[in-house]
């Protein structure tokens, strides 16, 4: 038996109760978009529901540690196609048993779900490294991203204490959404670029005149504080993969 | 102006850049005033520089004017670099615009000693201050602590930083004195034992007054550089063990030495700086801090020297063989720990799995053991059987056989025989 979701969260923990519901016997959990009708296996679409949704998360939360918990919401996060179908498993399996065996890493279900956790908790440190914001003329901090994983949600709090006293933006250009600061909360907001406006680097005419001396500070500071003779370029790159350098001011 | 303050900056960071402590972990500070900068509990990196090191602070000297001159440093004062001193507000702005900016997590702020002591340490706390009252910054502050200042200044300092440091500089008394004859120890031990009981008092006082301000939250550190003397490895990790004991350091850093002057008592200029042993010193640092390893353990009258192929741990696990094989299955948390291949993450992992049942060699890979390494030192529920007992020394010529280390294949001292 295959389940069809639509990929959010509600869908998946939807599924959750109908697996228990229906008792459908094993049942596979796959993404609508990544799902591919075939003759053998009987499939059903899951509609999500709020309320039922509602329940399993409730239910969850108290056969799970917060530690347990974070770890299954960063799982849904990675947005990886075969890590719904694990958090499908290991919720099962997490109801089955008694509290506490979300520690059994013998299981593959808990040691799959340890292993995405981990990778979106390293790209919302990453983000939260390697963002590099950019004073616009009318004083907002702009920062565009596009993170592997869908981790503006996690980093939210961390800007939002850290700059308290600044307005700012983060756009993650992937998933056409970002976070905005405004002095009081943040809010997510939708942005609509022109066709010829570069994301990620916007236009230094529409900078603080400020900005463009302290990205050669920066890029100073950065040249000056390295050591030539213990260079180990493999290091540095194992540190900052190339896939960052696009945002960081000093590698430009 | 703007060519000033570069010049200025490219000048102070560079003289800078030898003290390698850049960690901003440990911070308290809650941006609970509605300003700029909040901490983050384990630090973070923004960008590593070309030679591998994290970039997590605004490293800078107030000034590299100096009265001493210590044959190791850059700034030393018969050395002919280019001199210059930033002011109060020079650093204030770059400290805020760089954290604005995500660029940093703080700033590190040391100096070389112009005048005396005392002149120095009040501009240093004229910066913090500034920063803390004037601009409601509650971003990382690492401040060096200038040996010889009152008690009074550093105490009001100690109000201000997360961290303050002090360098040891040379691991034994006879290197110092061999290169810096106007230093001694004591003149660090002295202000170190001072900012560590006044941390204590102020944790006690915590306990009764519930608003009490902070007192350098993120602790002490120090810093030793080796290779530019002839210490052994014995001298250098017994002063650091003395060191976390006696004085609650949070860290010890262990700088190998880039040759920096034409000196004829230490390494002449182009000399590689001793990369690979500074990786064991800090190898061997962590064995003592997260494994439970004794100093005496690993480096003694018969092992005054680290081994270069292979890393500590390895090491005391091949010369004490007698203690394996461990059944992971069985063994305590802290035994599990001194398996070579298992570190804190799986050790950890390993004992909250086997409640749900005997594991296996698959499970052991899939926690994240590193099974190639671990597998000579270790029984699971389907370990293969073994007829043979296997030296300690073949255990080690097996291992290296399939992982060669990543050092040894650019290793300049090493001769190409074909």
Same mark, same amino acid.
């Given at each position: ?17 109908e697996?228990f519901?229906?008792?459908n ?5 796959? %993404?609508?978009?990544?799902h591919?009708?075939?003759a ?6 899951v509609?999500?529901?709020?309320q ?14 917060p530690?347990?918990l ?8 990675s ?27 013998g ?11 981990k990778?979106v ?7 939260? %490294? ?15 991203i596009?993170p592997d ?6 980093i939210?709090?961390?800007f939002?204490?850290r700059? /308290? ?11 056409g959404?970002?976070?905005h ?17 570069n994301? /990620? ?33 493999k ?18 | 102006m703007f ?12 003289? @800078?850049?030898?003290?390698v402590?850049?960690?901003?972990s ?8 509605k ?6 509990s384990s ?18 000297l ?10 190791f ?5 018969s050395?002919?670099?280019?001199? +210059?001193?930033? &002011?109060v ?6 400290t ?13 702020l040391s100096s070389?000693?112009f ?6 340490m009040?501009r ?7 920063? #803390?009252l ?17 008690d009074?200044?550093?105490?009001? !300092?100690?109000?201000?930083?997360? #961290? ?10 006879a ?10 120890? +004591? ?6 034992s ?9 944790a006690e ?11 350098? =939250?993120a602790g002490?550190? &120090? ?9 052994s ?6 002063? @650091? ?6 004085? +609650? ?8 030495y880039?040759?920096?002057s034409?000196?004829?008592?230490? =390494?002449?200029?182009?000399?590689q ?28 009258? +018969? ?15 091949i ?6 094989p461990v ?6 948390? @802290?035994?599990?720990? #001194? ?5 804190v $993450?799986?050790?950890?992992?390993i ?22 390494? @671990? ?5 699971c !529920? ?10 300690? $020394?073949?255990i080690?010529a ?21």
């Amino acid at each position: 038996m295959i389940y069809v979701f639509d990929a959010s969260l509600t869908g998946l923990l939807t599924a959750i109760f109908e697996c228990f519901e229906r008792k459908n016997g094993t049942v596979t959990l796959i %993404a609508e978009k990544y799902h591919q009708p075939d003759a053998f296996n009987e499939s059903l679409y899951v509609y999500s529901d709020e309320q039922k949704a509602e329940r399993v998360w409730l239910a969850l939360q108290k056969k799970l540690s917060p530690i347990g918990l974070r770890k299954f919401y960063c799982g849904y996060l990675s947005e990886i196609p075969e890590a719904y179908n694990h958090l499908f498993q290991y919720s099962i399996y997490i109801f089955k048993n008694s509290f506490g065996a979300e520690n059994n890493y013998g299981n593959a279900h808990v040691t799959a779900l340890s292993k995405y956790a981990k990778s979106v908790e390293r790209e919302k440190h990453r983000m939260e %490294a390697f963002i590099r914001f950019q004073q616009t003329a009318d004083g907002i901090f702009y920062a565009g991203i596009d993170p592997d994983f869908n981790v503006l949600p996690l980093i939210s709090n961390h800007f939002k204490n850290r700059y /308290a006293d600044q307005r700012w933006i983060i756009y993650d250009l992937k998933r056409g959404y970002g976070l905005h600061y405004d002095l009081n909360k943040v809010e997510e907001m939708t942005l609509s670029f022109s066709a010829e406006t570069n994301k /990620a680097k916007p236009v230094l005419a529409a900078m603080d005149e400020k900005e463009a001396l302290y990205s050669i500070l920066w890029k100073d500071y950065f040249k000056s504080t390295n050591i030539p003779a213990r260079k180990n370029t493999k290091l540095h790159v194992q540190h900052v993969p190339k896939r960052y350098w696009k945002y960081l001011t000093e590698k430009q | 102006m703007f060519d000033r303050i570069r010049e200025k900056l490219n000048v102070l960071a560079d003289a @800078a850049k030898y003290d390698v402590s850049c960690s901003s972990s440990g911070g308290t500070r809650k941006n609970d005033n509605k300003g700029l900068g909040d901490s983050h509990s384990s630090g973070i990196c923004h960008t590593y520089t070309e030679d591998g090191r994290c970039v997590s602070l605004l490293k800078i000297l107030l000034t590299n004017h100096c009265i001493y001159d210590c044959a190791f440093c850059v700034s030393r004062k018969s050395n002919d670099v280019k001199r +210059a001193a930033f &002011t109060v507000d020079e650093v204030v702005e770059l400290t805020m615009n760089f954290y604005r900016r995500n660029y940093i997590e703080g700033l590190f702020l040391s100096s070389g000693i112009f005048k005396n002591a005392d002149f120095t340490m009040e501009r240093l706390l004229l910066v913090v201050k500034k920063l #803390r009252l004037e601009q409601r910054y509650n971003g990382y502050i690492h401040l060096k602590t200038i040996p010889g200042a009152s008690d009074e200044l550093i105490k009001e !300092a100690g109000l201000y930083a997360d #961290r303050m440091s002090i360098n040891l500089e040379m691991p034994t008394e006879a290197g110092l004195k061999l290169l810096a004859p106007e230093k001694s120890h +004591a003149d660090v031990i002295k202000p170190l034992s001072f900012v560590q009981q006044h941390i204590v008092q102020f944790a006690e006082d915590k306990k009764l007054i519930k608003h009490i301000p902070k007192f350098v =939250p993120a602790g002490q550190s &120090t810093q030793m550089v080796v290779g530019a003397t002839s210490e052994s490895d014995k001298d250098v990790m017994y002063m @650091a063990s003395a060191f976390y004991k006696n004085f +609650a350091l949070k860290r010890v850093y262990y700088s190998g030495y880039v040759p920096i002057s034409h000196d004829t008592r230490m =390494p002449v200029i182009g000399t590689q700086p001793p990369l690979l042993r500074e990786n064991r010193l800090y190898q061997t640092d962590w064995l003592m801090r997260f494994y439970g390893f004794k100093i005496q353990e690993i480096l003694n009258d +018969a092992n005054p020297n680290l081994d270069i192929d292979i890393d500590p741990k390895l090491s005391w696990a091949i010369r004490n063989m007698q203690h394996f094989p461990v059944d992971v299955n069985k063994a305590e948390y @802290a035994m599990i720990l #001194r398996i070579p291949g298992i570190g804190v $993450t799986s050790a950890k992992k390993i004992v909250q799995a086997r409640k749900f049942g005997r594991l296996r060699i698959d499970q052991l890979k899939k926690i994240g053991v590193a099974y190639n390494r @671990a597998k000579h030192f270790i029984i699971c !529920a389907d370990s293969p059987y073994q007829i043979k007992d296997y030296q300690g $020394t073949q255990i080690k010529a097996f291992i290296l056989a399939e992982s060669p280390s990543k050092y040894l294949k650019t290793d300049s001292n090493q001769l190409i025989l074909f």
